[in-house]
């Protein structure tokens, strides 16, 4: 059975730095990895999706990599802002029972300003 | 250029009492996911439609809860004889196609508490 855990559980930083929040995954058999965000009382925005066959993608100042064979993402936050304060998930996409994703616990992030 | 909507957005329901949450997904999407998340975990997969059919039903976690899509838009999530444990975030989220590399757009949630 797949299962997704992200570490740190929360995360406070001061503005300006950079980060990096981590995802690992037991099974390597996935047909992507999506990281979200998801503020307090909403729904989950998707942020970059990452085929198996990729190795990065990037969106101004997110970058998110994935090394499929040894079960692991990243997702790295440049000159963090208050505003990227959030609930951040990572989720992969089975190749067994594909339709489901399977997602960690979140990792809370707080930046201060 | 709606996205997803979920209604209503919070429900307090008594204990065995059913309630029935309603996702509108966006125009013309094919396929129709339902998640739920408890405080502070991830969203389960609950179940999944691929117009109006059921394909996948394996997350309901009993009986009580009941998915359908009848005419392949519009969702409802029931949930018979609602208990204590039901209490948390019901998600819906809709996706264009079928394929597995799509990206699923999630709605806002209804946030369910069962006293």
């Known amino acids: 059975k797949q299962e997704v855990t992200q570490i740190p559980a929360a995360l406070s930083v001061p503005e300006g730095e950079n980060l990096v929040l981590n995802c690992s995954f037991t099974d390597s058999a996935i047909y992507n990895l999506q990281w979200f965000r998801q503020d307090p009382g909403k729904g989950l925005t998707s942020l970059l999706l990452i085929q198996s066959s990729q190795r990065e993608q990037t969106s101004g100042r997110l970058n998110a990599s994935l090394d499929k064979s040894s079960g692991r993402s990243t997702l790295y936050i440049a000159a963090s802002q208050p505003g990227d304060s959030a609930t951040y998930l990572c989720a992969v996409r089975p190749i067994q029972g594909a339709q489901k994703l399977v997602f960690g616990q979140g990792t809370r992030l707080t930046i201060n300003p | 250029g709606a996205g997803v909507s979920q209604s209503p957005r919070y429900k307090v329901a008594k204990r065995g009492q059913d309630v029935a949450l309603r996702c509108d997904p966006i125009?013309?999407?094919?396929?129709l996911f339902w998640y739920q998340q408890a405080l502070g975990q991830g969203p389960e997969f609950l179940t999944y439609?691929?117009?109006?059919?059921?394909?996948?039903k394996s997350g309901l976690p009993s009986d009580r809860f009941f998915a359908e899509r009848p005419e392949g838009s519009v969702s409802t999530l029931k949930i018979q004889r609602t208990q204590q444990e039901d209490s948390a975030v019901y998600l819906c989220a809709s996706s264009s196609g079928s394929g597995f590399q799509e990206t699923q757009y999630f709605g806002p949630g209804t946030r369910l508490l069962v006293l």
């Open positions: 439609f691929q117009n109006e059919a059921q394909l996948d």
């Open positions: 125009s013309g999407h094919v396929s």
